[in-house]
């Protein structure tokens, strides 16, 4: 299990408070804004129009190296740590076959559909079986895998989805997804899109002699967390696709690593990067501040801090290309 699955328990909590929710701040630099939050336009799913029809069944290629005969997809439960699963399955247009929701999804159309992860990432069998699904998606970032495999023994089909994290992974999981609904010509219409909006949003982003070091923290000050992005975090590749460099990543860190004063200082990030939830439970930017070396950096010393929503920042789903949208507008553009 990745580093990031390991800290599930924490990670991604429901709901989020933007910056100016816990106390307004003033911008003090001259280049973009100080503080900011990166904010989608339409924090919604536009699902496909025509929407699709399965043509099932299907026999699809598992990525846990199984088989597996989708028969029906009348009932969906599709599951994973990061939401992104859920919110594919509604951009293709069959949000209203999705019986239940992971944590993590939590756009306003699956919002209010009954939880089967009750006890933060961990998936409850008990919860899954009441709700009967014809077809459940998931990825190995989420589990644990003897409540998928008590689902497996009550016959409904589990379809594991490659949980790779990176912007070039995003049409894969479409397709996995789309194929194992019985709807893969939905799911071209699909990558066409989603592919197209992150093509545009990553050629939109400043070119730059000296692109900006950005570093991203995870923080979870009620559970004494606090970790760094690295290569393969999945933060860089969205740092990345706005043009930037992962401060992380430049100085050797791979995944996520502890944060410490050293480490922070010698990466020497321009702007610090940071999910709404994690900066709320610091006691926001005043209380970011505070932590080991992030004074210390350019963007301490510049308040140069920016959050973003925790089911969006590390989502990687249909929605991608509006994340890096938002974020280099949050990181570049100007404040107000």
């Known amino acids: 299990m990745k580093l990031l699955a390991t800290v599930a328990a924490v990670l991604l909590l429901t709901g989020c408070t933007a910056v100016s929710e ?12 100080g503080i900011a939050t990166a904010k989608l336009a339409n924090d919604d799913i536009t699902p496909l129009d025509p929407r699709p029809t399965p043509k099932l069944p299907v026999t699809v290629d598992s990525a846990d190296g199984r088989k597996v005969t989708v028969n029906s997809a009348d009932r969906i439960l599709a599951v ?13 247009g069959m949000g209203d076959r999705v019986i239940g929701r992971d944590t993590s999804t939590t756009f306003p159309a699956a919002k209010k559909l009954p939880l089967v992860t009750p006890q933060g990432h961990d998936l409850s069998a008990e919860a899954i079986l009441k709700l009967n699904p014809t077809v459940l998606l998931a990825d190995d970032s989420i589990g644990p895998p003897t409540v998928l495999d008590q689902v497996r023994q009550a016959g409904i089909p589990v379809v594991i989805v490659d949980d790779e994290q990176t912007l070039a992974a995003v049409p894969a999981h479409i397709r996995a997804v789309a194929a194992a609904l019985g709807v893969p010509e939905a799911g071209e219409r699909l990558v066409g899109r989603v592919q197209g909006e992150i093509n545009t949003a990553r050629e939109s982003a400043p070119k730059t002699d000296k692109p900006l070091k950005i570093a991203f923290l995870y923080v979870r000050g009620t559970a004494g967390v606090y970790l760094i992005g690295g290569a393969g975090a999945g933060s860089d590749a969205m740092i990345q696709a706005i043009g930037a460099v992962d401060a992380g990543s430049a100085i050797g860190l791979k995944k996520f690593r502890p ?57 990687f789903g249909a929605r991608t290309g509006p994340a890096v949208a938002a974020l280099a507008k949050a990181v570049y553009g100007p404040c107000g």
């Open 80 to 92: 994973n740590l990061y939401g992104s699963l859920g919110e594919i399955v509604f951009s293709l």
């Open 259 to 315: 944060l410490t004063s050293e480490g922070l200082i010698n990466a020497a990030p321009d702007v610090i990067l940071v999910m709404t939830e994690g900066l709320t439970s610091v006691g926001g930017v005043d209380g970011l501040l505070k932590l080991a070396g992030v004074a210390q950096t350019p963007a301490g010393a510049n308040r140069r801090i920016v959050d973003m929503d925790d089911g969006v920042l590390l989502n």
């Open 22 to 33: 816990v106390g307004p701040e003033t911008d003090t630099t001259t280049n973009g804004c």
